[in-house]
């Protein structure tokens, strides 16, 4: 689905009001819950990265066969006389190209 960020960030920033809260109340100090926010901002941070990467795999299958062009096909294509002699046709698998 992906990740929005403003309300993600929003309960990010909810949830450490209450936390610091709770912290200052169990004796913690600035230094220790500054060393916590930060470890969750980068957890944060990187769950942001991973769910805008993630796809999901589609639900049918792919049904593409390969078919080559034909050796001619450009030539086909050409409408002019003048400029479809001087294409030349493509080489045939296996033969090096010029």
């Known amino acids: 689905m992906g990740f929005h960020y403003g309300y993600e960030k929003r309960n990010f920033d909810a949830e450490w009001t209450?936390?610091?809260q709770e912290y200052r109340a169990a004796g913690m100090d600035d230094r220790?819950?500054?060393a916590m926010?930060?470890?969750d901002w980068t957890w944060f941070c990187s769950q942001r990265t991973y769910q805008n990467r993630v796809q999901a795999l589609p639900?049918?299958?792919i049904r593409t066969a390969y078919r080559p062009?034909?050796?001619?096909?450009?030539?086909?294509?050409?409408?002019s006389p003048a400029c479809s002699e001087n294409l030349n046709p493509c080489p045939a698998p296996g033969t090096p190209a010029m």
């Open 69 to 79: 062009f034909p050796a001619n096909s450009v030539r086909t294509r050409v409408s």
């Open 32 to 34: 220790q819950i500054a």
């Open 18 to 20: 209450r936390l610091e």
């Open 37 to 39: 926010k930060e470890y």
């Open 59 to 61: 639900s049918e299958p």
